[in-house]
């Protein structure tokens, strides 16, 4: 693949980003929300701090244009990093297409870069946990993100190297196998964190999680989508558009 197609998927890596961003913060807005300002509220009726001063930044712009730069922001950059992802995956994780390959890479960004550290690491409203340990927890969470990123990458290779000898469907089973093992042996070495209060309402933390999960079902769904129509269109036009334009540059008898 050469440069000017690199740039050209980049570019369509970081609009498709940027498209599948404002579908996930639609989700964000209409199911994520609500469930901070509970918690919010939650942590307002329990803190032993009445004395406080106003927040930096009101609730209102948090809610709206701090959500909207932050999920922006964060769609168009993963975008741009998974179009790079697909070119070098393009063509050597199978005989698959453009949109197909795209398809892949979208669906292991969302295992590797979020499912996965989700499961050791769930998502919590804002409002909770020890402020003196956001620091710790951020440092693992990231940890665990580039655990689960770098098995995954060896896990393709794995499953490439196993494929001559077992096959590809025994060699994928092989090498998924070897992921959750080594991911288990992760979940088993590095510290929990929970800092919930005892007394934080059940429902109110799963409704919250399920949302970031959709959050990010949605983002990265509507990018594999997206992205895969714009690279087949970039690296596989139709094959009978140059026939097409042939005909109509064609003057008339």
Known sequence: MNSISVRALLARGMLAGLAAGVLALVVAYLL????????????????????????????????????????????VALGGIAALAFCVALGRVGRFGPRATAA????????????????????????????????????????MIALSVLLA????????????????????????????????????????????????????????????????LVLWTGFGLVFGHFAERLLAPRAGAPEEKARTAAPAS
């Not at 509220?41 to 948090?62: I, K, N, W, Y």
């Open 153 to 216: 990458v060896g896990t393709v290779i794995l499953g490439k190297r196993l494929a001559p000898r077992l096959g590809n469907w025994n060699a994928t089973v092989a090498a998924g196998a070897a992921f959750v093992v080594a991911v288990g042996l992760a979940y088993a070495f590095l510290p929990s964190v929970n800092e919930l209060p005892d007394d934080f309402p059940a429902g109110l933390l799963w409704r919250f999680r399920l949302s970031a999960l959709a959050v990010q």
């Open 32 to 75: 994520g929300e609500p469930h901070v300002d509970s918690a919010i509220a939650f942590e307002e009726a329990h803190s032993h701090d009445h004395g406080g001063g106003d927040e930096p930044v009101g609730r209102t712009l948090q809610s709206t244009a701090g959500l909207a730069t932050g999920v922006l922001v964060y769609g």
């Open 104 to 143: 892949l890479v979208s669906l292991g960004a969302l295992v590797a870069v979020y499912l996965v550290p989700f499961l050791k690491y769930p998502a919590n409203p804002p409002s909770v946990g020890d402020p003196d340990s956001i620091g710790k927890r951020t440092a693992l969470y990231f940890l």
